[in-house]
């Protein structure tokens, strides 16, 4: 079993920057792929970013691209997301999730994950 914590959300202006960590226990993340969601009131789940067991392949929804970066430190056993440029439509309870049936190739179906932490909203006001 992996239980996921997230934290470092928090209220921002438009432009400002904030880093999502995404810390794991149980199982160590080095084994999965992980990936990061987001859900705005109102909305459904969304595929913001993925990365792949070893970090060497990362793969961003468009909206995102650019402004947001994804990094994994395996020994820490930690997921990071910075979000630079941040907008008032990147205002979302964030979430990260770890899939445990791929290692290389980044899924943006949220299905497909199986562990999911409880999520760190993050708000940007214009």
């Known amino acids: 079993q992996v239980q996921l914590v997230e934290s470092g959300g928090g209220s921002v202006q438009a432009g400002g920057s904030l880093r999502l960590s995404c810390s794991a226990s149980?199982?160590?993340?080095?084994?999965?792929?992980m990936g990061w969601f987001r859900q705005a009131p109102g909305k459904e789940r969304e595929f913001v970013a993925g990365?792949?067991?070893?970090?060497?392949?990362?793969y961003y929804t468009d909206a995102v691209k650019g402004r947001f970066t994804i990094s994994r430190d395996n020994p820490k056993n930690t997921v990071y997301l910075q979000m630079n440029n941040l907008k008032s439509e990147d205002t979302a309870v964030y979430y990260c999730?770890?899939?445990?049936?791929?290692?290389?190739?980044?899924?943006?179906?949220?299905?497909?994950?199986?562990?999911w932490g409880q999520g760190t909203q993050v708000t940007v006001s214009s």
């Open positions: 999730a770890a899939d445990v049936g791929r290692r290389t190739v980044i899924s943006r179906d949220s299905s497909n994950y199986d562990h």
């Open positions: 990365i792949s067991w070893s970090g060497e392949n990362t």
């Open positions: 149980g199982r160590a993340l080095s084994r999965f792929a």
